[in-house]
Nanobody
Framework: QVQLVESGGGLVQAGGSLRLSCAAS????????MGWFRQAPGKEREFVAR????????RYADSVKGQFTISRDTAKDTVYLQMNSLKPEDTAVYYC?????????????????WGQGTQVTVSS
């Protein structure tokens, strides 16, 4: 059973940056691709970014390409989401997830384990 704990959320002004972290435990980190999703109030959870098990392949939602960067540190069993040039529309609860499938990787169904989420609020 993999446990995921996110941190790094908070309140930031538009144009600012945040780095989210997600620490994994209870499993073999390198066995899982890692993803970030977000859910804004009144909206469905949406895919943000994914990184492969090796870290060599990344994928982003069109809405965050060039703005967000996902990375992973296997020595620390941690995945990061660097978020730059934040906009009010980036306000959401951000979740990290771990999954072992390579099918439909932008769908939440591709992920087996989820963190509790961390709130990101971007003020205008």
């Amino acid at each position: 059973q993999v446990q995921l704990v996110e941190s790094g959320g908070g309140l930031v002004q538009a144009g600012g940056s945040l780095r989210l972290s997600c620490a994994a435990s209870g499993g073999t980190f390198s066995n899982y691709a890692m993803g970030w999703f977000r859910q804004a109030p009144g909206k469905e959870r949406e895919f943000v970014a994914r990184i492969s098990r090796s870290g060599g392949i990344t994928r982003y939602a069109d809405s965050v390409k060039g703005q967000f960067t996902i990375s992973r540190d296997t020595a620390k069993d941690t995945v990061y989401l660097q978020m730059n040039s934040l906009k009010p529309e980036d306000t959401a609860v951000y979740y990290c997830a771990a999954g072992s499938t390579t099918v439909k990787v932008t769908s939440s169904s591709a992920y087996d384990y989820w963190g509790q989420g961390t709130q990101v609020t971007v003020s205008s």
